[in-house]
């Protein structure tokens, strides 16, 4: 899957977001920012499997998911 990452200078920090998942984070340097965001980016993506596991939209096995 193909995500869009946007970084751009805020008015005190570095910004950076992937609007598809609504995920925005930032950093005191770009390369802070894009480490928070890969952060961000996998919590969110835990959250949603965590959501779907537990509303019977999928099963895990491991570390997969089945649907």
Known sequence: MDL???I???EKYFVAR???LGV???GKTIGEA???LK???QL???SVVEYLVENGNVK???NKILR
Do not use: R
């Open 24 to 26: 925005t984070t930032q």
């Open 44 to 46: 969110h993506l835990e």
């Open 60 to 62: 895990l096995k491991g």
């Open 8 to 10: 751009f200078k805020g």
């Open 4 to 6: 869009t990452v946007d």
């Open 18 to 20: 992937v609007p598809e």
């Open 39 to 41: 952060e961000a980016v």
């Open 34 to 36: 894009k480490e928070n």
